[in-house]
């Protein structure tokens, strides 16, 4: 079993940045697991914000937040991170964490095992 903890979550005024963490625990083998960022506004579906493939270190964002948002992962701390800059009032938004033993990424959300309780991004305008 792993358990993911996110954090780093809060309110920000537009424009402004944030960083997410992601500690994961229960398995050191989770170091090479694909990690996904995902974010689900009230009344609206889970959605894909980005990923980073469990070896090589691919990327892949979703088309609202290129340029904004980055992905990372720390190994030897078994935590990923997401680093969100020029946030904007439509960011807002509980982020969940997501980890799976593939080593690809995918945007969809059956494809992670192991999700985190969330943290709630606010951005005022």
């Known amino acids: 079993q792993v358990q993911l903890v996110e954090s780093g979550g809060g309110l920000v005024q537009a424009g402004g940045s944030l960083k997410l963490s992601c500690a994961a625990s229960?398995?050191?083998?989770?170091?090479?697991?694909?990690v996904g960022w995902f974010r689900q506004a009230p009344g609206k579906e889970r959605d894909f914000v980005a990923g980073?493939?469990?070896?090589?270190?691919?990327?892949v964002y979703a088309d609202s937040v290129k340029g904004r948002f980055t992905i990372s992962r720390e190994r030897l701390k078994n935590t990923a991170y997401l680093e969100m800059n020029s946030l904007k009032a439509e960011d807002t938004a509980v982020y969940y964490c997501a980890a799976t033993k593939g080593t690809t990424v995918r945007r969809d959300t059956s494809y992670y095992s192991y999700w985190g309780l969330g943290t709630q991004v606010t951005v005022s305008s």
């Open positions: 229960g398995r050191a083998s989770c170091n090479f697991y694909a």
């Open positions: 980073i493939a469990g070896i090589g270190g691919g990327t």
